[in-house]
Each structure stands twice: as structure tokens, then as C-alpha cells.
């Protein structure tokens, strides 16, 4: 499966949740960066490259690395991919990467979010410098103002979470899923959520949506 939503919309904990429903991994373009980077690989060192300067890993590079992840032998049940493809471009590149690997894309489920919701989501969402854990103000807030609970470490709102970029990534994003969503209806296997809700609602709804579509 793959999970599409805008930033904001919950993809990473909806997808969390459904790798612990199903029984297969949650498989994120971060976590194959951070990884691939980690281990040091060769598509790994030219994806550093780009990462190291905050601009986005070419297509070439990240199809490459996601084909190597889907490789791995916890996927050969199933898997969720959150954060790829987010274009059509890369749409594609996977649809090849599974005729190469005998499988194809059971469902997309693509969580629609209002942008006050998203605005109130992101603005509030706080980062630890140190560890990388990630807090919000209102759902999940620290016990100590601006301090982690997991290391101590000082929290902090990126620069992504400030209303004038979120409102940008949001008219970037409104722009590149409306391929993608034709793209995977034409197929009869987009999947529309409503994700304003709170992550169980969210939740409740897939599931529902994913055995009604199965029987």
C-alpha cells in the first residue's frame, strides 16, 4: 500500500498503525534516506550529497534506494510506503519497480485535510535537537515546557512548521497530488479518507474502507 496526504495530514502515525494491524512494515522516504546514508552504501553517498544541503534526492537516486528497501525480506508480505511517490514521475518508476518484482499496489489511501487543521497541527509541532523526537503543543505536548521527555534535550519549531512555509508546502503539494490521484483512480484503487478527525477516527476509517473494498 501506499499512504498519500498533505503535510500534516498523520501519515507516518495512520501508517504506524496500520504496519501494526497488517503485520507489514512502514517503510518512509526518511527512514530509507537515514538509513542508506547510515550504512554508507553507494546510492547512499549520492544521496548524501543532496540530503547534506537540504534539497530534494533526485528521482534517479530515491527509486533506486526504495527498490532496494522493497527488496528487503520483511517485505515479502506486504508493505506501506509513506512519503513516496509524491509525484507522478515516481508513480511510475514504482508500478516499474513491481512488474520487475512480480507484485502490484493493492490500495492508496489518500488522507484529505482541511488547511486549518493542518495549520493548527504543524504550528504547534515541536523537535528535540537533540534526539529527533517530535511533540505537539496541544495533542502530545512534553511534560516540561520545551524540554524532551525522552533526553532532556531543547525543543524547537523548524522553519517548516511556521504558518507562511506550511501555507507554501501546502500550495506546492495541492499542485503534484492531483496527478497522482487521477492517476492511481484510474486504476480503481485510491482510496479517499477523511483525516480531520483525531488518528483513531482516522484509523477506523481505513480499516473500514479497506475491508469493504475486499469483501
Known amino acids: 500500500m501506499v499512504i498519500l496526504g ?16 497488517y503485520g507489514i512494515p512502514h517503510i518512509s522516504t526518511g527512514e530509507i534516506l537515514r538509513s542508506a546514508v547510515r550504512d554508507g552504501s553507494s546510492w547512499g ?3 548524501k550529497r543532496f540530503w547534506d544541503k537540504g534539497e530534494l534526492v533526485p528521482d534517479e537516486i530515491m527509486m533506486e534506494l526504495v527498490k532496494l528497501r522493497l527488496h528487503g525480506e520483511d517485505c515479502t508480505e506486504g508493505f506501506i510506503l509513506d512519503g513516496f511517490p509524491r509525484d507522478l ?3 511510475e518508476g514504482l508500478e516499474a519497480i513491481g512488474r520487475d518484482m512480480d507484485w502490484t499496489l493493492t490500495g492508496v489511501i ?10 493548527r ?5 515541536r523537535v528535540c535537537s537533540s ?39 501546502l500550495s506546492i503539494y495541492a499542485k503534484e497530488i492531483k ?27 481505513i480499516t473500514e474502507k479497506l475491508e469493504a473494498r475486499d469483501g
Open 89 to 91: 514521475a515516481q508513480a
Open 110 to 119: 489518500d488522507i484529505e485535510v482541511s488547511q486549518e487543521v493542518i495549520l
Open 6 to 21: 498533505p503535510p500534516g495530514a498523520g501519515k507516518g502515525v495512520e501508517a504506524e498503525m496500520l504496519s501494526q494491524e
Open 131 to 169: 534526539c529527533g523526537a517530535v511533540y505537539n503543543l496541544i495533542t502530545a505536548p512534553p511534560k516540561s515546557d520545551g524540554i524532551c521527555d525522552r533526553c532532556g534535550g531543547e525543543l524547537y519549531q523548524r522553519e517548516d512548521d511556521r504558518p507562511q512555509t506550511i501555507k507554501k508546502r
Open 179 to 205: 496527478e497522482l490521484q487521477e492517476y492511481y483512480r484510474a486504476q480503481g484503487i485510491l482510496i479517499d479518507v477523511e483525516g480531520d478527525g483525531d488518528a483513531t477516527a482516522v484509523f477506523e476509517e
Open 121 to 125: 497541527r504543524l504550528s504547534n509541532r
Open 45 to 47: 553517498k549520492k544521496a
